[in-house]
């Protein structure tokens, strides 16, 4: 007789068999780099685009005016608000122009807690193909029709909004700003075009750009369009180098994230300190400051001139290089990891099948000369 964990036993088998096998990493933080088993190696598959989390003047700067508590174990409904929670929502709804916001625990709680609570059976939700897992399994979870359109093909969306909007009570229409597995930009003008046709509410995921972009407020401030998106949702843990995250948009929707998002109401409030360093480094280091960001751009730039004749997509800090199998990203990471830089793979089913490869992740502290030589190592491998 098997034993009772065999099915679980062969399904790893067999994805370790297709070079899909992920395992934890034991890794120490230093500065830009990291140390893995004695060996110091430059780390590019960090969302730290801003470098924050690794700067020690920026660490014992706050760390020196810091007199809160270090935890807060209680649900924010609960005892779990204080002061500084109240001043960070007041803060990113006044530089978001929105009329308030929430924070979340993490991206993944942000999005679990948006799509289950703000749909239901009778709704339907159009969402990009790239869009995020917690995304999905938030949408999977509300019992709402789910509805995916084709990679930044805004066509192929409309015609699915005229096909199934009218059929079904609330609608909301899904993207990402910038996407992390392709590192594209999504486009807001189209978008907020068709929510408005087509009486949906837009929700936009802006993981991957707040703190980057519109002077740290994110791509939708970029590019003007903040007063048609009716709710952003944004991290602290990338760009900001912190912990968290927050939604920010119309009062009522707010309310309602209060009332029924689950992801927010049973979970104990984020550490005091993580709130505390979030809203330090946005006031002093990220809104209204461009100096972390140009360098990023410049490196940014820089990297896809080097590249240009490789297989890479997407024009941002968030650069893959395509192999197009599992195995082929696994050994070129391998190679890179053996000559100093810290790159890892992108496999399915992060990735869909035959889309394998490896991941670029950029940030303000890199330099030409590690570019000029991640560019010599892979044009040999």
């Avoid at 270090?70 to 929105?98: C, D, H, M």
């Avoid at 053996?338 to 991941?359: A, M, W």
Wanted: net charge positive; aromatic share 12%; charged share 25%.
């Amino acid at each position: 007789m098997p034993h009772k964990f065999k099915l679980y036993e062969e399904k790893l088998e067999k994805v370790n068999l297709e070079s899909n096998f992920r395992t934890r990493h034991d890794i120490i933080q230093n500065g830009r780099f990291i140390l893995k088993s004695n060996k110091l190696l430059l780390n590019l598959s960090s969302n730290d685009y801003l470098g924050i989390s690794i700067d020690d003047n920026i660490r014992d700067n706050f760390l020196s005016l810091y007199k809160g508590k270090i935890q807060n174990p209680s649900a924010r409904l609960l005892t779990g608000t204080n002061k500084v929670y109240l001043e960070l929502e007041e803060l990113i709804k006044t530089f978001l122009n929105k009329e308030d916001a929430l924070l979340f625990n993490s991206g993944y709680h942000a999005n679990v807690g948006i799509y289950s609570s703000l749909l239901d059976k009778d709704d339907v939700v159009f969402i990009d193909k790239l869009n995020h897992a917690s995304i999905i399994d938030g949408i999977k979870l509300s019992g709402a029709k789910l509805i995916p359109y084709n990679h930044l093909d805004y066509n192929d969306l409309e015609e699915k909004l005229v096909k199934y909007r009218n059929k079904y009570k609330n609608s909301i229409i899904s993207s990402e700003s910038l996407f992390s597995m392709d590192g594209d930009f999504a486009d807001i003008k189209k978008l907020a075009g068709l929510k408005n046709k087509y009486n949906s509410i837009l929700i936009i995921d802006e993981a991957h750009t707040f703190g980057v972009f519109g002077n740290g407020a994110g791509y939708i401030k970029e590019k003007k369009f903040l007063d048609e998106v009716d709710l952003i949702m944004g991290t602290f843990g990338k760009a900001i180098g912190s912990y968290g995250a927050f939604a920010a948009g119309n009062k009522i929707l707010i309310n309602y994230l209060i009332n029924f998002a689950r992801s927010f109401i049973f979970s104990t409030s984020l550490p005091e300190i993580s709130i505390a360093f979030s809203k330090y480094v946005l006031e002093n280091y990220i809104l209204n400051k461009n100096i972390l960001q140009n360098k990023l751009f410049e490196i940014t730039n820089y990297t896809h001139q080097k590249f240009k004749n490789f297989n890479t997509i997407g024009n941002s800090y968030i650069v893959p290089i395509l192999t197009n199998d599992s195995k082929k990203a696994a050994n070129l990471s391998n190679y890179l990891i053996e000559n100093g830089f810290y790159i890892l793979p992108i496999r399915y089913p992060t990735v869909k099948k035959g889309q394998e490869r490896i991941r670029i992740s950029l940030n303000s502290k890199i330099e030409k000369e590690d570019i000029d030589k991640l560019y010599t190592l892979i044009k040999k491998a």
